[in-house]
């Protein structure tokens, strides 16, 4: 019996690699899954197909096409050439990077038996609670790395994933390096470490929040490095930090830095509760408020016996340490001004 060309369809199947699915599927946008998916099954049947039918076939236009192809093209699925793309046999691309030329003694072989074991049985539990059991191969690898750069505990490996999955960005391994990596500068190693640096971490969160309100600001990753220094650094509790940022409401425009001028003054003078720094502020402003009425005397008594005979004023320490802290509330006010004419230009 003759099979008609259309009836072919029914009794055929086009083979999608389960690398491709447990690998790329996951982070890859649905034009750029159906337009790979489409051609494998022209590759298969050796079709030829114009932009613009492939255009009406995925029901888009040319850019969305060109986005959706350059979205392959970026992972490594597909490869560019003169008359059109080429598909990447992905299989063949990940046995080449299980066995690299080995140029050195493999890691394994010099690693621990002990360590060996506990990090495989880590990576196994990984790929069974996060990817139902078929995490792909080069996670392995990644995982691996993380042990190897960072130093990390299986623990803390594990932990890891348990709190991308909780972002809901385990589809994304570049963010997961990133916490990874962002991790280990704050200098975790061992699951202790993990515990306090989240004490840390979930205390700036906090902090964070509250000075957007008091502020009624957006917090930026910039604000954040700042509000960082101020609870790891200076370890300051709110109240403090409040107290700078009251001194803020002088300003046209609220920012963090002359907060963060006046924190790092009280640091520097190593004041570590709100009551040191009340103390301080209020002997600050007893020793401003004298000089200046020392100083109206002065001139007052110099107007009166000398006049036409101008003297030389003689000025404190704490007199100028106070002129100069006015001096910079100006100039940010002064800043806020111009930027805020700025903008309506």
Request: glycine share 4%; hydrophobic share 35%; proline share 2%.
């Amino acid at each position: 019996m003759q099979i008609d060309e259309n009836l072919k369809l029914i009794y055929s199947d086009t083979l999608v690699p389960d690398i491709f699915i447990t690998e790329y599927l996951p982070s890859l946008s649905p034009l750029a899954v159906k337009l790979y998916v489409y051609s494998l099954i022209l590759i298969k049947n050796k079709k030829v197909i114009s932009e613009a039918e492939l255009e009406s076939r995925m029901g888009t236009d040319r850019e969305g096409i060109k986005v959706a192809l350059t979205e392959l093209a970026s992972y490594g699925i597909i490869t560019f050439t003169e008359r059109g793309f080429m598909i990447e046999d992905l299989k063949d691309n990940e046995i080449r990077k299980i066995f690299k030329p080995r140029t050195s003694a493999d890691p394994d072989e010099i690693r621990p038996e002990k360590v060996r074991n506990e990090r495989e049985k880590m990576m196994a539990d990984i790929s069974k609670t996060f990817f139902s059991g078929l995490m792909s191969p080069s996670w392995y690898y990644e995982i691996e790395s993380w042990f190897d750069r960072y130093g990390f505990e299986a623990q803390v490996v594990y932990a890891l994933f348990n709190e991308c999955k909780r972002r809901k960005k385990l589809d994304s391994k570049a963010y997961i390096s990133k916490v990874a990596a962002n991790w280990s500068s704050h200098g975790v190693r061992t699951y202790d470490d993990l515990n306090k640096y989240s004490v840390t971490y979930d205390k700036i969160g906090v902090i964070g929040r509250k000075v957007g309100q008091k502020m009624r600001k957006k917090i930026t990753e910039y604000d954040e490095e700042i509000i960082q220094k101020w609870v790891e650094k200076m370890a300051y509790d709110f109240d403090v930090i409040d107290m700078a940022l009251r001194k803020t409401s002088k300003l046209a425009n609220p920012n963090l830095e002359y907060s963060n001028k006046l924190l790092e003054e009280w640091f520097a003078n190593g004041l570590k509760t709100a009551s040191e720094v009340a103390s301080y502020e209020a002997d600050k402003s007893a020793r401003y408020s004298r000089n200046r009425t020392s100083n109206a005397v002065e001139r007052s008594s110099a107007a009166k016996s000398n006049v036409g005979n101008f003297k030389q004023r003689q000025y404190s320490g704490e007199y100028l340490e106070m002129m100069l802290d006015d001096l910079a509330v100006e100039n940010i006010k002064s800043d806020d001004v111009e930027g805020k004419d700025g903008n309506d230009e």
